[in-house]
Nanobody
Framework: QVHLVESGGGLVQPGGSLKLSCAAS????????MGWFRQAPGKGRDFVAA????????YYEDSVKARFTISRDNGKNTGYLQMNNLKPEDTAVYYC????????????????WGQGTQVTVSS
């Protein structure tokens, strides 16, 4: 089991940037793949990005390619999502998650979830 806590969300104008962090506790994070998902009001939980434990495998949802960058620092037990050129449609609660089963676009493959951090993109 991995306890995850997201931070770094907030209110930004379109075109702005935010960097989200996902701090993990315990000793299992380094061997776990990590994913980022988001949920807008009244909608389901959608895939954003995922990264394998080593960083060798990375997936992005099409709408965030070339704008978002997922990374991790296993020495700090922390994952990151750098978000650039933010758009209003990026507004959502962002969740990080961890799994032993490898990086995946499917939220059902993830075992541990953070509480989420709100990202609002508005002028």
């Amino acid at each position: 089991q991995v306890h995850l806590v997201e931070s770094g969300g907030g209110l930004v104008q379109p075109g702005g940037s935010l960097k989200l962090s996902c701090a993990a506790s315990g000793r299992t994070f380094s061997s776990a793949a990590m994913g980022w998902f988001r949920q807008a009001p009244g909608k389901g939980r959608d895939f954003v990005a995922a990264i394998s434990w080593s960083g060798g495998t990375i997936y992005y949802e099409d709408s965030v390619k070339a704008r978002f960058t997922i990374s991790r620092d296993n020495g700090k037990n922390t994952g990151y999502l750098q978000m650039n050129n933010l758009k209003p449609e990026d507004t959502a609660v962002y969740y990080c998650a961890a799994t032993r089963y490898g990086a995946s676009r499917d939220y059902q493959r993830y075992e541990d979830w953070g509480q989420g951090t709100q990202v609002t993109v508005s002028s």
